[in-house]
Each structure stands twice: as structure tokens, then as C-alpha cells.
């Protein structure tokens, strides 16, 4: 007979664990590492817990056992650190923006990226606002735009000449698919990147050409992420990404079988990061307006408004947003802080959950990137990870109203 007295609750160690090991034995992923900040279950110190590899069995570099200082792709987090940026800016008091400017006034400052005016009137009207919000009317990828248009804002440089231009024109003339007026919600990858050269125009030095210098001076330097940038570094210690494949099987009905993993043996351009600096991240979300950057990231989480679908019907919900954060609230009435991102061209999927009420935050990075849309085992998502990991430490805890899906930067 078992002990009564015994108690088999798991710690909250634990639960990260489960959940790591969990998702690689369903995923099939190389490897993954998760970043947890919880007050009550942690104290101030959080918990990262790494598990797995760094990439395929024979890559080259050979793969290492993952650590909490392991490289990973962020892809579309990136867009949060871009809002805080922005954030920023709005709390400077002498020269800096609102939130109701128009995006041309700052792709045009002090004319860095050309002598003449840049932006169609219809682009140059869409405000700050309308950008970071996924509110501009913007489609998520441009079908007429045949560049890596981010590449050059990641790596500090002026914008390609083919992205001014589609500035230039927008919206493209019909026969091209035209876009929705302002007001309703789209996710935007286009957007956020017309949003990220806009707010490095309001930085010095380098206007227009500062990505990294800025973020590393206003938002990585204070909160002490040491290994957070576009631009991997020598000394860093970095995973390679692959693309899992599955195949679903009509008999007996709804099985979903592994195929394989394939590497990609690329790299996307925007954010890479480890868990110990995301623990760092998820401590300032949790703790704001307290602690470095405390009222900048407050106001990140200040919700601007909520949209409806751009296309919707009457029982759609509308989509709360901060800046950059995609929200929703608990049946109880705590607001949820979400941010996903994959990267096709890398290979990794990343997710952001913070509900600041709990002072809770997980971050859960993966080197697998699995296709939305193509057939995948439920316990390989990683939001439904990061969201078991905080209802086993805050029973309950479940927001109201679906998350929206994860995007996919290139």
C-alpha cells in the first residue's frame, strides 16, 4: 500500500521538465529550452531547464547537449522587442513620436533613405498606431515584393530599393489583391518591418541604420541579455534549425505518423536569443512597472484597443492588442500576453506567454519548425506547452477567447 502521508505533487521543476520532455517525445525536435519566471513558484531567481540537442544527428557542426546560453531563433518575437523600441521613443520628451504619427514622417526624417519623398499618401497616412498594432491593412507577406525585405533593417543597412519602392506605390495597382482600409486586424510581417525602419529613424546615432545598436543600448544592455541579437556572434553557442514532416493517415482515421526532420541549412534574419536571456525578458514583463525598463514595458501592455478581423462576421471575436503583444484575458479577468514566431528558412518556432497578474511568464524555444498547416500532433504546439506549464502552476488559469495562430517570418 502506498504511503499516504507521501506526497507525489509534483515541484514546479518538475512540471517544466514534464512539459520539455513531453513536447520532444511528441515533436520529435533535436532540442528545446524553457524559460520560466514565477514568483510564487520560483522565487525572483525563475528556472530555465534545457533538453535535447542542437541539431540532427551528423550536422556539421556536430551537435552539443542543449544548454540555458543555447542560440535559438525567435523569428516573429522579434516584433516585441521592435514594439518596445517604439515604446521607448514615445517616452522620450523632447523630439520624439506619437503614437498617432504618420509612419511617412519618420521613414522621411531627415531624409536618410533618399532625397525625395518616401511613401505612396496612402502609406505615408497609416500611423504608428495602425503598424504596431496589425491594424494597417497591410496583408501578412507582400505577393508583388520578390526580396528578403528585413534582411537590411536586421543587419543595420538602408532599405532595398524594391521595398521604397513598394512604399513607393502601395497598395499596388489590380490586378494585385488590394488591402483593407486601417481599422481592422491583419497580421503583418510587411507592416512590422515598414514599423521597425520607422523607429530606427528615431533613434542617434546612424538614424535609419541602428537596429542593433539601439536595442542593445535601450532594451538588451538594461535588462542584461547578453546573447540577444540579429547578428550571431562568434562566442555564442548556436542551434541549427530543421523542418519536421508528418504524414496523416486516413485508416483508422485522424492518425498522424513522423516522417522526418530536414534541415534547413539556413538562417532567418531577425532575433536569435537563449533562455537564460529570455528568463531575463519574462522577469521585466512580469514584474512592470518595477524593475529596468519597468514603465516602458508597462505601457507595451497597456491595451490600445480591440479589433475586429479583417475579415469577419458577426461571432468573431475581436483581437485585443498593446504594442506588439497579442492579447486575451482569463474567464477571471486577467489579461494574457502572447507572441509566437517560426522561421521556415531557419528552422525554429518560439513562444511568449506572460500574464503579469501571476507575475508568470514562459518563454519555450524550439530548433523544429512544423507547418501550421500541414498535419502535427497537437502536443508538438508550442503554446499549448507554455499554456500547461502555467495552468499547473496557477490552477485555473485559461484565456477566454482562443490565441491567435502563429505566424511565420522568413
Request: proline share 11%; hydrophobic share 35%.
Amino acid at each position: 500500500m502506498s504511503d499516504p502521508a507521501v506526497d507525489t505533487t509534483p515541484s514546479p521543476q518538475q512540471i517544466v521538465q514534464a512539459a520539455a520532455q513531453i513536447y520532444l517525445d511528441f515533436s520529435q525536435a533535436p532540442g528545446c529550452c524553457i524559460a520560466v519566471y514565477d514568483h510564487d513558484a520560483f522565487g525572483s531567481t525563475g528556472y530555465v531547464y534545457p533538453l535535447g540537442m542542437s541539431a540532427l544527428p551528423g550536422s556539421t557542426p556536430p551537435p552539443f547537449s542543449v544548454t540555458t546560453d543555447t542560440v535559438f531563433e525567435i523569428g516573429s518575437v522579434t516584433k516585441v522587442f521592435t514594439s518596445t523600441l517604439l515604446a521607448q521613443a514615445l517616452m522620450m520628451t523632447k523630439g520624439g513620436p506619437s503614437i498617432t504619427d504618420p509612419v511617412g514622417k519618420w521613414l522621411n526624417y531627415d531624409h536618410t533613405y533618399g532625397p525625395g519623398q518616401i511613401g505612396s499618401p496612402t502609406l505615408y497616412a497609416l500611423t504608428l498606431q495602425d503598424l504596431v498594432t496589425h491594424t494597417s491593412g497591410m496583408f501578412d507577406q507582400p505577393q508583388d515584393l520578390d526580396i528578403p525585405y528585413s534582411k537590411q533593417l536586421f543587419a543595420d543597412g538602408q532599405p532595398d530599393p524594391k521595398l521604397v519602392n513598394w512604399w513607393n506605390i502601395y497598395p499596388p495597382p489590380p490586378p494585385a489583391p488590394q488591402p483593407p482600409p486601417p481599422g481592422c486586424w491583419q497580421y503583418s510581417n510587411i507592416g512590422f518591418v515598414t514599423l521597425g525602419f520607422a523607429v530606427t529613424q528615431m533613434f542617434s546615432p546612424d538614424r535609419g541604420v541602428n537596429y542593433n545598436t539601439i536595442l542593445a543600448k535601450y532594451i538588451t544592455g538594461p535588462l542584461g541579455m547578453t546573447q540577444t541579437g540579429a547578428t550571431i556572434q562568434p562566442s555564442w553557442k548556436v542551434a541549427q534549425g530543421c523542418i519536421g514532416n508528418w504524414i496523416q493517415f486516413p485508416n483508422p482515421p485522424g492518425l498522424i505518423v513522423f516522417e522526418n526532420n530536414k534541415p534547413t541549412g539556413g538562417t532567418a534574419f531577425d532575433l536569435k536569443t537563449t533562455g537564460d536571456d529570455m528568463l531575463r525578458f519574462l522577469a521585466a514583463q512580469a514584474e512592470a512597472p518595477n524593475g529596468p525598463l519597468g514603465k516602458v514595458i508597462q505601457s507595451t501592455q497597456m491595451q490600445q484597443s480591440k479589433y475586429p478581423l479583417c475579415e469577419s462576421n458577426s461571432h468573431t471575436p475581436r483581437v485585443p492588442m498593446g504594442l506588439g503583444w497579442q492579447m486575451s484575458y482569463t474567464q477571471s479577468g486577467h489579461a494574457v500576453y502572447m507572441k509566437n514566431g517560426a522561421t521556415s528558412l531557419g528552422g525554429f518556432e518560439a513562444i511568449v506567454i506572460v500574464v503579469p497578474d501571476f507575475q508568470c511568464g514562459v518563454a519555450v524555444l524550439s530548433n523544429q519548425y512544423l507547418d501550421a498547416s500541414a498535419p502535427h500532433p497537437s502536443q508538438a504546439d508550442l503554446g499549448g506547452v507554455a499554456r500547461n506549464i502555467i495552468a499547473h502552476l496557477h490552477p485555473g488559469f485559461g484565456p477566454d477567447v482562443p490565441l491567435p495562430e502563429r505566424d511565420v517570418s522568413e
